[in-house]
Nanobody, 121 residues
């Protein structure tokens, strides 16, 4: 089984910054990609940013230039740096990982429990 544990987030004023971290643990062969999604009240969950094993990344248009996704200094960790936050960034942020548990396994999706980010105007 694979566990994703998020940390960070919180309450900040518009224009401020926050950092989210996610650590993957458990028994697996390789992590294919890691990503952050968010879900605002009454809205569908949406992709915020994704990073692949080769370091390539993609972002939603709404966060480009403000958010940065990177691999943490600890193995199997992904970090999301959020700058110039806006009230529209408020929501629950979920860590996501595509994990192959064995060689040849096409991958299984895992989710963290969610971290709250609230941006006040």
């Amino acid at each position: 089984q694979v566990q994703l544990v998020e940390s960070g987030g919180g309450l900040v004023q518009a224009g401020g910054s926050l950092r989210l971290s996610c650590v993957a643990s458990g028994s697996f062969y390789v992590i294919n990609s890691m990503a952050w999604y968010r879900q605002a009240p009454g809205m569908q969950r949406e992709l915020v940013a994704r990073i692949s094993p080769d370091g390539t990344w993609n972002y939603s248009d709404s966060v480009k230039g403000r958010f940065t996704i990177s691999r943490g200094s600890i193995k199997n960790t992904v970090v999301l740096h959020m700058r110039n936050l806006e009230p529209e960034d408020t929501g629950t942020y979920y860590c996501h990982a595509d994990v192959s548990r064995d060689k040849g396994d096409p991958g299984t999706m895992y989710w963290g429990q969610g971290a709250q980010v609230t941006v006040s105007s």
